[in-house]
């Protein structure tokens, strides 16, 4: 991006690619939401209905997808806060760079005990107790 | 959307001179209905995901023992309507960027705003409708 334009907010750089990341990561929250109200539905059908379903969230594939989920979601909550300081707050544009990695480092230090605690039943049925 | 994209979709609407709020209004709905589900939503998936065993433990009487609750009824109620609502004003807003033919964007609309309407209706109704003892 040698040429990206001076000056603007969302051309170019974090700015953009930060935007770029939040239309992805909403996108793909907000389909599953269509699905998930859907298969949560099935509790008016039969406790059964619903346990077959729920029963492929637990699967070691769909866990691992669910693990990709959350961390749509919390990097789509926490941008949009960025987002919004951006808007609200005098000294946003200036610092929107600096709360992008602030963004970022949050999404980590949240993501790795997440990703632990959200894995561990699987981890554990595939490769045995680890404890 | 972004205070550019805002302020583009102002200078769009005085230059239809429509003189609507309505692109004001979904913009500060973002905001507000964000702040929100930042709470209502991270707090859903670290009780689903990551607490006492995660989704695991998830199954029909999971869902009566919590849907027994009003405050767990009202939590989802309020969830669903503000993330059903947040996101199909964030793909109304893609569609009006990416879909450059008229007839396309016009269907494409018709088809979000037909199934969303469809799965905030759904949802609402399993709410209020949930029977424990069926089956």
């Keep these: 991006m040698a040429t990206a334009p001076v000056g603007t907010l969302y051309r170019g750089g974090q700015g953009m690619w930060s935007w770029v990341a939040q239309r992805i990561t909403g996108i793909s929250v907000f389909f599953f939401l269509y699905v998930h109200v859907l298969d949560t539905a099935l509790v008016r059908v039969s406790p059964e209905a619903y ?5 492929t969230y637990k699967t070691p594939i769909v866990n691992l997808l669910e693990v990709g989920l959350v961390g749509a979601v919390l990097y789509h909550a926490l941008n949009g806060l960025r987002v919004i300081a951006v808007d609200f707050w005098s000294r946003g544009p200036r610092f929107q760079k600096q709360m992008l990695w602030g963004v970022v480092g949050v999404w980590v230090v949240v993501m790795i005990p997440g990703t632990y ?3 561990r039943h699987t981890v554990e049925a595939l490769f045995g107790a680890t404890s | 959307m972004s205070v550019a994209d805002r302020s583009f979709a102002l200078s769009q609407n005085s230059r239809n001179r429509q003189r ?4 004001l209004y979904a913009w500060l709905f973002m905001r507000v209905s964000g702040i929100v589900l ?6 859903h998936l670290f009780i689903m995901n990551i607490l006492d065993g995660g989704v695991q433990r998830i199954n029909f009487a999971f869902v009566a023992g919590r849907w027994a609750s009003p405050f767990w009824q009202i939590w989802d109620l309020a969830m669903l309507w503000l993330a059903m609502l947040h996101g199909t004003n964030g ?11 008229d007839q396309t964007r016009f269907w494409l609309k018709m088809l979000l705003y037909v199934s969303s309407a469809f799965i905030i209706l759904l949802g609402t109704l399993v709410i209020f409708t949930f029977d424990p003892t069926i089956g």
């Design chain 1, 51 to 55: 346990d077959l379903v729920i029963a």
């Design chain 2, 20 to 23: 609507s709020n309505f692109e």
């Design chain 1, 117 to 119: 605690y959200m894995l």
């Design chain 2, 91 to 101: 793909l109304r807003t893609i569609i009006n960027d990416y879909a450059e033919r």
């Design chain 2, 38 to 43: 930042v709470f209502l939503v991270l707090g």
